[in-house]
């Protein structure tokens, strides 16, 4: 909460050694960073996007991911299992939020718009 509040990298890591602490003691983690995931798509798909949400969400999945992976009974379990794709699809979805957000704010509206219909186009 305090991250989402403030935006601040260093909250963001405070949650990263939480859900760490989390993997180390107790095995319903996986709801967790399944759980964390569901609310930050639910923030994208209402438009509630915002930076703040990037600097909560990102570092949160890398560096516990991470250490998550430095636990004996987890291991590489954290990159392999089906269990924590969640977290790495919405991981994807906020970097591509996160970039036509940046796009939109250096183009001018038409500008814009003529990339995304170049970008459509080209995907289809």
Same mark, same amino acid.
């Given at each position: 909460?305090?991250?989402?509040?403030?935006?601040?990298?260093?909250?963001? &890591?405070?949650?990263?050694?939480?859900?760490?602490?989390?993997?180390?003691?107790?095995?319903?983690? &996986?709801?967790?960073?399944?759980?964390?995931?569901? @609310?930050?798509?639910?923030?994208?798909? &209402?438009?509630?996007?915002?930076?703040?949400?990037?600097?909560?969400?990102?570092?949160?999945?890398?560096?516990?991911?991470?250490?998550?992976?430095?636990?004996?009974?987890?291991?590489?379990?954290?990159?392999?299992?089906?269990? @924590?794709?969640?977290?790495?699809?919405?991981?994807?979805?906020? @970097?591509?939020?996160?970039?036509?957000?940046?796009?939109?704010?250096?183009?001018?509206?038409?500008?814009?718009?003529?990339?995304? &219909?170049?970008?459509?186009?080209?995907?289809?």
């Amino acid at each position: 909460m305090q991250t989402l509040n403030t935006g601040s990298l260093f909250y963001a &890591t405070l949650n990263a050694i939480a859900y760490f602490y989390m993997v180390c003691s107790w095995g319903g983690y &996986t709801f967790i960073i399944n759980l964390i995931p569901m @609310h930050v798509l639910l923030c994208i798909v &209402t438009g509630r996007y915002s930076p703040r949400l990037y600097i909560a969400y990102a570092p949160l999945v890398v560096l516990g991911t991470l250490l998550a992976a430095l636990v004996p009974v987890v291991g590489f379990n954290a990159v392999l299992t089906s269990e @924590h794709f969640a977290s790495f699809l919405v991981f994807i979805i906020i @970097h591509v939020v996160a970039l036509v957000y940046y796009i939109k704010g250096i183009l001018s509206p038409k500008m814009f718009k003529v990339a995304v &219909t170049l970008v459509v186009s080209i995907g289809l």
